[in-house]
């Protein structure tokens, strides 16, 4: 448990990180595009390779449903809730954002940054290797999520104050997902699947498309750079 709310505690410091780079330094930086490939290439190894074959040794049957499920929730609220929402590195400083959209911006993205925490904890809950694997791959996005939500609160004509606070924000309910499972953790056997899917929208639906919007090959190759990452996590832990 403590090595869980550890893990979540750093993860969710990630997420103010990035607020706190934007308050600083009110421009997009372009290298955090390279986080957002190498998350998405170590997430979808991670959730094809470990979350899901998981989920069905823990869930069996649910797994599968529970799987749709946690990635329909994610898809719901992105077409609904937060239809501009925007993954990654840029800023709204050139558009006008109003506050309401910038509520339902928030809403959605501590939906999935609760969820982080619930994958977190679901994974130290069955083993420590699964756990930081989970962990690595959602610290990953994490300083571009952080930088997003700052993005979206000033465009808003909010402060820089609660530019930063919006950030700290969408770490603390990461510390919560961890605190939610941790304090049941029976509830692995629907947190995992359900993580797994909100895992697998993220870096699918989110982080990829992000990824291919570059041109040339090189953001391809950081791409791929995540998946080689976690085999070599994998090798180095067999």
């Given amino acids: 448990m403590w090595i869980g709310l550890a893990a979540g505690a750093i993860a969710g410091a990630a997420d103010g990180l990035g607020g706190y780079i934007l308050v600083r330094r009110n421009w997009a930086l372009r290298s955090l595009r390279y986080f957002v490939a190498l998350s998405a290439g170590f997430m979808m190894a991670t959730v094809l390779l470990e979350m899901v074959p998981e989920s069905f040794n823990t869930s069996g049957a649910l797994a599968a449903p529970l799987l749709l499920v946690g990635y329909c929730v994610v898809h719901l609220l992105e077409h609904t809730i937060t239809p501009h929402f925007h993954f990654g590195e840029e800023t709204h400083g050139d558009e006008f954002v109003s506050r309401q959209t910038s509520v339902s911006v928030m809403i959605g993205l501590a939906t999935h940054t609760f969820f982080d925490g619930i994958a977190i ?97 090189r953001m391809a190759l950081v791409f791929f750079a995540g998946i080689a990452l976690f085999a070599l996590a994998k090798m180095i832990a067999s």
């Avoid at 994974?123 to 990953?140: D, K, N, P, R, Y």
């Avoid at 895992?199 to 699918?204: E, G, I, M």
């Fill in 121 to 217: 904890a679901s994974g130290f809950v069955l083993s420590s290797w699964l756990g930081w694997l989970i962990f690595l791959g959602i610290v990953l996005h994490k300083m571009p999520e952080g930088f997003t939500a700052a993005s979206v609160m000033l465009a808003s004509g909010g402060s820089r104050r609660a530019a930063l606070n919006s950030a700290l924000f969408l770490g603390a309910m990461t510390v919560l997902g961890v605190i939610a499972l941790s304090v049941f953790p029976l509830l692995v056997r629907f947190g995992l699947p359900i993580s797994a899917g909100v895992a697998f929208y993220v870096a699918a639906t989110d982080l990829v498309p992000e990824v291919n919007r570059e041109p040339g090959i």
